[in-house]
């Protein structure tokens, strides 16, 4: 059902774009307009990787924007008065990120102060210490951290009419794609289950391969000195690597046997209060590096810096699939959720919509969204996403029964146990 619901999510994506598109007269699929809109938007949607496994196991970090603004202007003010390199100075913020991380996760998992509560206090705590050691001033970082903000990937090798590194990432994209679908297709048959069939398996892989390479072509085909964003890279990276810990380690797992049933991954063996810590300390290392990209991208650390960025995730997290309650949510569908709301914000401004009614119409999104789904569910009706796509029942052996709130899925949550959540 997750796959259905990030295949969804990718559906009303492309429609959105496809729509500004043609409303705006062409001006949102330029190389300039793309390549902005992943600059602009990266530093949120490392946010919302990590809000939503916040989310998931049952907080809320309110935070990040807070965090993201002290980690800014430390790094700045110790390269600016340390004279170490821009490398070192992300490696000091990541490690600002992680004692940050250790100290609201000790709160949340040793005391018990709930999240909500705890983070908000350090939204405050943070916050002001952001304007105490920057005294409110501006703090401007060197190239190698702009760089990392706003740089493109470097040109090399023979002109072949787009930048050679871009269509390389496109290059490795499309074969991850064919080797993907193999790979699915290998495993249903051991299961012993019936794998899709061989036209429905090409028509997927030829409608993403196309959608890459035209992404390709898009983010290689700029004026000389673009290419794909060096933070877009980022933000692949950490994609794969976060969506592989939730999908395919038990640390991951645990998170969501926490959030989905706690009592049940009590009685499994979860270490609880690990879990939590780990998690509220993730998402602090995170907010550390989308404030270093973002204060890369604005060429200085201000006193400003992180306001309402904790919005900005959560809604991401939200409208990419997440539930309210924990237990229910992905990596993927939380930063199309991201994307989703980057490209409605892009296209009502390139269609000259006001900063103030752009406000009004993203929460009016948010809202319906999440109110759709939750009042369809309580109802025993399919969600936006199974409206759109039905969900179909495997019988064969492994399959995952999914239907109404009555339904019970089997998490690992250890070596040689289960938890139910539902």
């Known amino acids: 059902m997750s796959s259905i619901r990030q295949f969804g999510m990718g559906f009303a994506l492309l429609a959105l774009i496809i729509f500004f598109e043609f409303s705006t007269g062409g001006d949102v699929l330029t190389s300039t307009n793309v390549q902005n809109l992943i600059i602009g938007n990266s530093y949120i949607l490392i946010l919302a990787i990590g809000m939503v496994l916040v989310i998931i196991a049952g907080h809320i970090d309110l935070s990040v924007g807070s965090v993201a603004a002290v980690t800014g202007i430390i790094v700045a003010l110790a390269i600016r008065d340390w004279g170490i390199p821009w490398w070192l100075g992300v490696l000091l913020g ?18 018990g102060i709930p999240g909500f509560i705890t983070t908000l206090a350090g939204m405050m705590l943070f916050r002001g210490a952001n304007q105490w050691i920057g005294q409110s001033n501006t703090v401007p970082v060197p190239q190698g951290l702009q760089d990392l903000g706003a740089g493109y990937l ?46 429905s398996s090409l028509i997927r892989v030829v409608v993403f391969v196309v959608l890459i390479g035209y992404a390709t072509y898009l983010f290689g085909s700029g004026r000389y000195g673009t290419s794909y964003p060096i933070p877009g890279v980022v933000l692949l990276a950490l994609v794969i690597i976060y969506h592989f810990i939730a999908s395919r380690t038990i640390p991951g797992r645990h998170v969501y046997a926490v959030g989905g049933n706690r009592a049940a991954a009590a009685l499994s063996g979860v270490n609880i209060r690990r879990t939590n810590f780990l998690v509220m300390m993730n998402m602090s290392v995170l907010a550390a590096l989308a404030g270093m990209i973002f204060v890369g991208r604005a060429t200085a650390s201000g006193p400003s810096d992180g306001t309402g960025w904790e919005l900005d995730a959560i809604a991401a997290v939200f409208i990419g699939g997440a539930a309210v309650s924990g237990g229910v949510g992905t990596v993927i569908g939380s930063v199309i ?45 399919p969600s936006i996403i199974g409206l759109i ?5 495997d019988n064969g052996p492994g399959a995952a029964i999914e239907g109404a709130n009555t339904e019970q899925a089997e998490v690992p949550v250890a070596d040689g146990a289960t938890a139910a959540k539902g």
Not at 94 to 111: E, K, R
Not at 346 to 353: A, E, I, P
Not at 363 to 374: I, R, T
Not at 389 to 393: E, L
């Open 94 to 111: 990541l490690g600002v990120g992680a004692v940050i991380g250790a100290w609201q996760g000790f709160w949340v998992a040793f005391v």
């Open 154 to 199: 470097p040109e090399w090798g023979p002109n072949t009419g787009l930048n050679n590194s871009t269509l390389l990432l496109g290059i490795l994209a499309a074969v991850w794609v064919v080797y993907s679908e193999l790979r699915r297709r290998r495993g249903a048959v051991r299961l012993g289950i019936e794998p899709p069939s061989v036209r």
């Open 337 to 381: 959720g991201g994307l989703v709301m980057a490209v409605l914000n892009n296209g009502l401004q390139l269609s000259g919509v006001g900063s103030d009614k752009t406000q009004v119409i993203k929460g009016l999104v948010l809202l319906v969204a999440v109110a759709f789904d939750v009042l369809s569910k309580v109802q025993g009706r």
């Open 389 to 393: 796509f039905p969900s179909r029942r």
